[in-house]
């Protein structure tokens, strides 16, 4: 069974860090691209951060490149976004996601490709 457990979400005030963290289980992780996602009601989800099979390319939106780094571990089946100078805009429901490519694929942060996704983490950034 897949599982994708996102973890580390909370209240933090502006400018502050957050570390989230999403464990995964019944699939063979480094063959798959892991990406973070966020969604606020009434908008589309967006792509935040992805990052390739074996941890060495990553992709972010452009409003937290600079502030938010994806990182993975694939031992422990483990993907990391760290997220530091947080604003109020960053504030949604954040998710993790993965989906199987080859080991070359660039990381894509299109939701639509990915196939396994977790139960998402409250992200909130207010003083």
């Known amino acids: 069974q897949v599982k994708l457990v996102e973890s580390g979400g909370g209240l933090v005030q502006p400018g502050g860090s957050l570390r989230l963290s999403c464990a995964a289980s019944g699939f063979t992780f480094n063959h798959y691209q892991l990406g973070w996602f966020r969604q606020t009601p009434g908008k589309e989800r967006e792509g935040v951060a992805c990052?390739?099979?074996?941890?060495?390319?990553?992709n972010y939106l452009d409003s937290v490149q600079g502030r938010f780094t994806i990182s993975r571990d694939n031992n422990k089946s483990t993907v990391f976004l760290q997220m530091d100078n947080l604003k109020p805009e960053d504030t949604a429901v954040y998710y993790c996601?993965?989906?199987?490519?080859?080991?070359?694929?660039?990381?894509?942060?299109?939701?639509?490709?990915?196939?396994?996704w977790g139960q998402g983490t409250q992200v909130t950034t207010s003083s």
């Open positions: 990052i390739s099979r074996g941890g060495g390319r990553a």
């Open positions: 996601a993965a989906r199987r490519t080859i080991l070359s694929a660039e990381p894509n942060c299109d939701s639509n490709e990915y196939e396994y």
